[in-house]
């Protein structure tokens, strides 16, 4: 959390300290209240690009779940505030069971949830989610042997709470944001006579259990970043 010293709690001194609640590095909040309602959600940004860098180069999707007494609640309000502004979010009965969603241009790291429905609240949640990581090795596009290892690392100036990597032939592997990890042997796929194209994605994501919902509530923020690299043949097949 950002603190400013002196004359903490006078304007002159929050003028002098500046930021806000929403800049990166504010640091997360586990708001508060009525501890009636279960609070599920997900912030997650995706690339448009491969390999993206810039928080324009994503969009950002939000999922939220809320129960009261383990029936969804329908009604009420659902918003999420970052940097980028206020995203109220509607309810969609058809998805998993019903979500409250709604979509975001960018992706602004800090996100604020708040949920009132009646008298029942969960407000002021605050996740500081994880700054852009941009790979490192491999190469975009590199033509790669998919019987032997692969390296893969990635550049973030921050550790996320969790990490997890994907592929065309690995499910999805929960590993530790330490910037490197080192892909099996089979992990791409490949064909016989031609070369195959593999997307390797890697997501980070920072998490938050919020004070005044129910036990089994979280709100957490994640980021997606993609290459492709090329598998050769592999005549053994």
Not at 38 to 54: Q, W
Not at 196 to 215: D, I, K, Q, Y
Not at 217 to 231: D, K, P
Request: glycine share 12%; net charge negative.
């Amino acid at each position: 959390m950002k603190r400013c010293f002196g004359l903490l709690f006078s304007i002159a001194a929050a003028g002098a300290c500046g930021g806000s609640d929403l800049d990166p590095g504010a640091g997360s909040d586990p708001g508060e209240g009525t501890s009636t309602l279960l609070v599920d959600g997900n912030v997650t940004a995706r690339p448009r690009l491969v390999n993206a860098r810039a928080r324009g180069e994503f969009d950002t999707e939000i999922r939220v779940r809320v129960s009261l007494n383990q029936l969804p609640v329908t009604a009420g309000t659902v918003e999420v505030t970052s940097a980028g502004g206020t995203v109220a979010l509607a309810f969609d009965p058809t998805s998993e069971g019903g979500r409250w969603v709604g979509t975001a241009a960018g992706y602004d790291e800090v996100y604020i949830l708040d949920v009132r429905s009646g008298e029942d609240f969960v407000e002021g949640v605050r996740v500081d989610g994880p700054d852009i990581h941009v790979f490192t090795a491999p190469t975009a596009g590199l033509t790669v042997d998919s019987t032997q290892p692969l390296r893969v690392t990635w550049d973030a100036d921050q550790t996320a709470d969790s990490a997890s990597i994907d592929t065309e032939e690995l499910d999805r592997v929960s590993i530790t944001d330490t910037g490197e990890y080192m892909l099996a042997a089979g992990a791409l796929k490949a064909e016989k006579d031609k070369a195959h194209e593999n997307t390797l994605e890697l997501v980070r994501t920072n998490r938050v259990t919020p004070a005044g919902a129910v036990g089994g509530s979280e709100l957490s923020v994640g980021i997606e970043n993609r290459i492709q690299v090329v598998a050769q043949p592999n005549p053994a097949l």
